[in-house]
Structures are given as C-alpha cells and as structure tokens.
C-alpha cells in the first residue's frame, strides 16, 4: 500500500488528465470540475484503505463521470445512496486516451473574462487538484470566499462564450502569456513563509514549481516557460536561509550560503542556461539569470554585479517597470558606488509611480547606510517601513533604522535583490 | 490584497438614522445587503459585521498588578465611532474604493479603506 502523500501526489498528477477526459466526452467543464473534485475525494479516501486499482486514472474518470452523471440527474436520494457504492472499484474502470489535457486545462482557466484571483482559485483547484478549502487556507481567505471565487470564475467563462471545449494549439499561444503570470502569482504568494499563519503558503511556492514542470515537459522548447521554472527553482533555492529563527527577513547578502538548495541551484542554471541558447530572449530568462549570478556567487562580495546590471539593462528594454529601475538602480550602485546610485535614484524619482512605489525609500536608505548618511538613512528606514503592504518587509526596515540608530550595532551591508 | 473597509458613525449621521421611519430603516438593510450579496458573488468578501452601539463597549486595561480592569464605554472619546465593517480581497486599490463609496455613509466622509498589511514579502 502507498503512503497517504504518495496517493495524494498521484491524485493532484492525475487531477487535470480526468478533467481533460471528461470534457473531452462533453461532460462540460463546469459540471466535470466539480465531479472531478468529488472523485478525487473519494479516492483519498478508499485508496489509502484498498490499495490503489490497477488503472487510477480510468477509476476517477468513471467516478467522476458517474457523479457529473447523478448531479445532472438531480437524483438526491439515489446519489445519496450510491456514494458509497460509487466509491468502491468499478468493476469496469473506463480506458483513458493517451491525450494529455493538462496544458489545455490550464490554458481554460487562465481565461482572458477572469481576475487574476479568480485564475489562481480555478487553476489550483481544477489543474493543481487541491481542494477549496486548502486553496482557502493558504490564501487566509474563508473556504467560501474561494468557493464562490470558482464557481463565478467557471459562470464567467461560460458567459463569455469561450465554452469549455479543450483548447487548441492557437489559444494555448494566445494564452500562454496568462498562464505564466498565473503560476508567477501563486509562487510569489507562497515566497515568503515567515509565521506560523503563513507556513501553509510555502506550499503555494512548491505547487506553482510543480505546475511550472508540468507546463515546461509539455513545452520544452519554450524559452520563457523554462525561464519561469529556472527563476522559480533559483528563488527558492534560498529559501531557508532567507528567514530567521523568528520570522524576520533575512537580506541576501547576510544569508548562510551553505543553507541555499545546491541542486535547485544546479537545475535552474541548467535550465535558462539552455533556454538562453536556444530560444528567443523574454524577461523571465533575464529574471533567472539575474538570480544564477546570484546563486553562483561563493560569498556576496563575489557577486558578478557588472554582468547583473548589464542584465537590468536588457530586462528593462524588455519589460520596464518600477521594480526594474530600482533594482537596476541597485545593481550600479554595487558597480559604480552609492553615490551614482543615489544619483540616478534622484534622477529616475521624477517619474511619479517610481517615487511613489513604496520600494523607493527601501533601496535610497540601503544607499543612504552604504554611503555613510546614517541620519538620512535612519530616516530613509523609516519612511520605507511606513510604506510598505508587506509585514515581513515592515519588520526588516524596522531593524535596519534600529541598528543605525543603535551606534553599536555592526556596521551593516544589506542589499536589495 | 485585502482591504478593510471601516464605517464610522458620527452625531449627524447617528441623527439621520435614528430619524428614519421603520420602512426607511428597512430600505437601509436591504441596501446594505446587496453589498453584502454582491460581494459574496464576486468572491471578495472575507467577511462583513455590524458593530453594536458604542455603549455597551467596553474599553479593557490590565494594570502593573496584573490586573483586568474594564471601563464601560468606547476607548476614543472621538465624535466618530467605528460602526462596521468590511474585510474585502480584491485586485486593486481602487476597486477597495469603489466598494467603499457603495456605502451611503461614504456621503459625510466616514468611510475608512486600510491595506491589510501582506504576509508574504520580497527579499531585501
């Protein structure tokens, strides 16, 4: 018999191909991602005691497609009685085609009618097969709030008249750009575990990896799939040195390198290192290779920052932004000293949404601290601190305008990714 | 990113309310819960509640000696009382505004919106 988790990471594989099938048979997404959710239920919970059946795709597809076939019935009572019935074996489990609908769902559910928060909800759910109430739970949301999240998410897409065929090669293009932010969103949801209250969330982090491979084995020659994962792998790779003992953040410079995941590290260079080769340049195989030099570096002072700034250069042709500027701006800093940082910040603040971007303040009082204004700096923290939407980041900027104000404190060197 | 939506009452607007008749009173509820219903359909209510009157408040101080002492009534002596509110996730700052504005004491200027602040964080 599997252990409980390897069911379950068979149950989420499984998840989007049953789906695929039982559109594909014209079930009807709406209908089949329901059935499908109630499938996989009934197999965590008969597998872990039967053991798994022979073929466990063709198991959930004929559960699933039994209960799509009750629920339109309206049979309460029949359904009723046969839950326990239809949760055993079939006796005949339904061969499954080979077609492997999983881009094709995620693509469904990255639909142009749908919010953001209501691509992430119907993605998790219908490609990533978490339940509602764990996909509440990471998000500190209430299991209704996501359920009703879903539910609209499907309505909507049914009034658009998309319908909820699978997809062909054409909207898998079109909509390719959609799913990558989707995946990057609920990465960055699950990017900082600091508390207790946010620990779920590191799953986020884990299911977007999972996804992100799932989508790069069925596009391998895609440049910015691959470059996602990379970034994705690379980002992560630091994840248990980047918070401390308490929760606090711990800046990049000051991490124990030791502590970062080598063979991440090793898998996402591997990766944007062939994606730069082959494919057309995008932004996230700048952003991941931006993190690589990072990884790369034995000890901060290593850090190849020429080759990064040269990086932020490139990446802000392609895809300029507020984020971009400041951590370009930070890169020449770490070049050329942090006087030309706080010049060119100075200079770039007479763009509006820069100066108003709550980062702003973060990276002038990190240049502030380097060049020796401490009382600036000090001040700098502070405005930053106030400013930020993030409780991790208020606690970091904090500690960083305590230190300054503390004289004994070790001189610090804090950088901004 | 959440949001919460803070409704405040103050003497103007505690007058009016009072000085409506039960069909009026009525009208305000459904009006109310519309936004609730409409919030709960776009999937961005966390969650909605009436505060009871400021009276029977209780503002709660535990002493140097350990000890809970407990004042009846509302800790700030302010005009304005905090009257509901509204925990809401939605995708930007001013849609927590447009929200906000659908309440009728958005009208004398009692409607709060404050970022929750995020769990998550970038590296620094």
Redesign the interface.
């Known amino acids: 018999m599997r252990p409980a988790g390897a069911i379950e990471d068979l149950l989420r594989e499984l998840a989007p191909r049953v789906l695929g099938a039982l559109v594909r048979r014209g079930g009807g997404f709406e209908a089949a991602e329901d059935a499908v959710q109630e499938a996989l239920l009934a197999a965590a919970t008969r597998w872990p005691a039967d053991g798994l059946p022979e073929n466990p795709a063709g198991w959930l597809v004929t559960v699933a497609w039994r209960r799509m076939a009750e629920a339109a019935r309206g049979d309460a009572s029949r359904r009723r009685r046969e839950a326990t019935a239809t949760a055993r074996e079939p006796r005949d489990p339904e061969p499954v085609q080979d077609e492997d609908d999983t881009l094709a769902m995620l693509v469904l559910c990255c639909h142009p009618a749908l919010t953001a928060a209501s691509q992430v909800a119907l993605t998790l759910r219908a490609v990533g097969g978490l339940t509602t109430a764990e996909i509440a739970r990471a998000f500190l949301v209430p299991d209704a709030t996501i359920g009703q999240r879903i539910s609209r998410a499907k309505k909507s897409i049914t009034a658009a008249g998309g319908g909820f065929g699978v997809p062909g090669p054409e909207a898998v293009a079109e909509r390719l750009g959609a799913v990558l932010h989707v995946l990057y969103l609920v990465f960055n949801e699950g990017y900082v575990a600091s508390s207790g209250a946010s620990l779920h969330r590191a799953e986020l982090s884990a299911e977007a990896i999972r996804l992100a491979r799932q989508l790069h084995a069925r596009l391998p020659d895609d440049g910015e799939v691959a470059g996602l994962l990379a970034l994705m792998l690379l980002t992560d790779a630091r994840r248990r040195a980047r918070t401390a003992p308490d929760g606090g953040l711990i800046p990049l410079a000051e991490q124990d390198r030791g502590r970062w995941d080598a063979g991440a590290i090793a898998e996402g260079v591997a990766l944007v290192s062939d994606a730069l080769a082959r494919a057309p340049i995008g932004p996230n195989q700048v952003q991941a290779a931006i993190a690589a030099l990072h990884d790369e570096a034995p000890t901060a002072d290593a850090t190849d920052w020429r080759q990064i700034l040269a990086l932020y250069e490139v990446l802000s042709g392609l895809a300029p932004g507020p984020m971009v500027t400041l951590n370009r701006i930070v890169a020449l800093a770490m070049v050329e000293g942090p006087e030309a940082g706080l010049a060119a910040l100075s200079a770039a603040a007479e763009e509006p949404a820069l100066a108003a971007h709550h980062r702003f303040h973060a990276v002038r009082a990190h240049l502030l601290e380097q060049a020796g204004e401490a009382d600036a700096a000090e001040d700098a923290y502070h405005r930053a601190a106030r400013a930020t939407l993030s409780l991790p980041e208020r606690r970091y900027l904090e500690g960083r305008a305590i230190r300054l104000a503390q004289p004994t404190a070790s001189p610090a060197d804090g950088i901004v990714e | 990113?959440?949001y919460l939506i803070l409704i405040h009452s103050n003497p103007a607007s505690r007058e009016i309310w009072e000085s409506f008749s039960e069909e009026q009173k009525a009208e305000g509820f459904t009006y109310y819960g519309r936004i609730v219903d409409d919030l709960?359909?776009?999937?961005?209510?966390?969650?909605t509640h009436a505060l009871a009157d400021p009276s029977v408040a209780k503002t709660v101080t535990v002493r140097e000696d350990g000890a809970t002492v407990t004042t009846d009534g509302p800790f700030a002596e302010a005009k304005e009382q905090l009257a509901g509110f509204f925990l809401v996730?939605?995708?930007t700052p001013e849609r927590a505004v447009e929200i906000a504005a659908r309440m009728p004491e958005a009208h004398f200027g009692l409607i709060e919106v404050r970022?929750?602040?995020?769990?998550?964080?970038?590296?620094?």
């Open positions: 990113m959440k709960v359909a776009s999937g961005e209510l966390v969650v996730e939605c995708e970022p929750i602040l995020d769990l998550g964080g970038m590296e620094m």
